[in-house]
T-cell receptor, first 113, second 118 residues
Framework: DAKTTQPTSMDCAEGRAANLPCNHSTISGNEYVYWYRQIHSQGPQYIIHGLKNNETNEMASLIITEDRKSSTLILPHATLRDTAVYYCIVRASNTGTASKLTFGTGTRLQVTL | EAGVVQSPRYKIIEKKQPVAFWCNPISGHNTLYWYLQNLGQGPELLIRYENEEAVDDSQLPKDRFSAERLKGVDSTLKIQPAELGDSAVYLC????????????????FGPGTRLLVL
C-alpha cells in the first residue's frame, strides 16, 4: 500500500471548517483514499473514502486532486467533539489483503472555542 | 444496533503472566480483526479472520500470541507469557465482506482493551 504523509497536528476554531491535508504521491490506480478518526480512548471510526471523485457524506467531504497525489478531508463546521486523531489511509481495492488498513501516525486535530 | 464489544476495557498484569482479551463483533459480520496500538502510533494489524478461518496472521508473534474465533463469531486473543513491551491497546474490529472489492467493506472498531504489563 502507498504511504501517506500528514501534518502532525492542526488547530481549528469551533464552527469553522477544518481542512486536513494528506499527501499520497505514490498511490496506484486501484487504491482508494480512506479517512478514519480516533477520539481519545475510543477505537478508530470510519469517516469517508474515495477513488478519484470528490465525496461527501453526513460527516465530511473528501477532495481528491486530479492527479490523485493528495487529498483533503473537510469538516465543514468543526465542533469540540471533532477533536481527534485523523488518519489518512491508502488501501488497495482488489486483493485478498485489501482488508488491511495501514495506519500512520495521523493528524491530531484540536478544535478550540 | 450494538457495536463491537470488547472486554475487559483495562487489564493490569505482571510480566510472565497470561492474559486474554475477548471480542464480540457486530452481529452478522463475517470478518474480524485484531489490531495492536502502541502509544502515539496508529493501529497495526495482528490477525484477520474470515468466518472462523485466520486468513492473515503474518504480523502475529506466534511464540507468545494466539487467537481463535470459534464458530465464526466471538474471538479471543491471548498472550502467554506477557512481556513489558506488550503494554498497549488491543483493538478488535469487524466488517461484512459482501464482495471481492474492499471498497464495499467498512471496518468498525471496538473501544479496545488497554493492557499494562508491570
Amino acid at each position: 500500500d502507498a504511504k501517506t504523509t500528514q501534518p502532525t497536528s492542526m488547530d481549528c476554531a469551533e464552527g469553522r471548517a477544518a481542512n486536513l491535508p494528506c499527501n499520497h504521491s505514490t498511490i496506484s490506480g486501484n487504491e482508494y483514499v480512506y479517512w478514519y478518526r480516533q477520539i481519545h480512548s475510543q477505537g478508530p471510526q470510519y469517516i469517508i473514502h474515495g477513488l478519484k471523485n470528490n465525496e461527501t457524506n453526513e460527516m465530511a467531504s473528501l477532495i481528491i486532486t486530479e492527479d490523485r497525489k493528495s487529498s483533503t478531508l473537510i469538516l465543514p463546521h468543526a465542533t469540540l467533539r471533532d477533536t481527534a486523531v485523523y488518519y489518512c489511509i491508502v488501501r488497495a481495492s482488489n486483493t485478498g489483503t485489501a482488508s488491511k488498513l495501514t495506519f500512520g501516525t495521523g493528524t491530531r486535530l484540536q478544535v478550540t472555542l | 444496533e450494538a457495536g463491537v464489544v470488547q472486554s475487559p476495557r483495562y487489564k493490569i498484569i505482571e510480566k510472565k503472566q497470561p492474559v486474554a482479551f475477548w471480542c464480540n463483533p457486530i452481529s452478522g459480520h463475517n470478518t474480524l480483526y485484531w489490531y495492536l496500538q502502541n502509544l502515539g502510533q496508529g493501529p497495526e494489524l495482528l490477525i484477520r479472520y474470515e468466518n472462523e478461518e485466520a486468513v492473515d496472521d503474518s504480523q502475529l508473534p506466534k511464540d507468545r500470541f494466539s487467537a481463535e474465533r470459534l464458530k465464526g463469531v466471538d474471538s479471543t486473543l491471548k498472550i502467554q507469557p506477557a512481556e513489558l513491551g506488550d503494554s498497549a491497546v488491543y483493538l478488535c474490529a469487524s466488517s461484512l465482506r459482501t464482495g471481492v472489492l474492499a471498497d464495499q467493506e467498512t471496518q468498525y472498531f471496538g473501544p479496545g482493551t488497554r493492557l499494562l504489563v508491570l
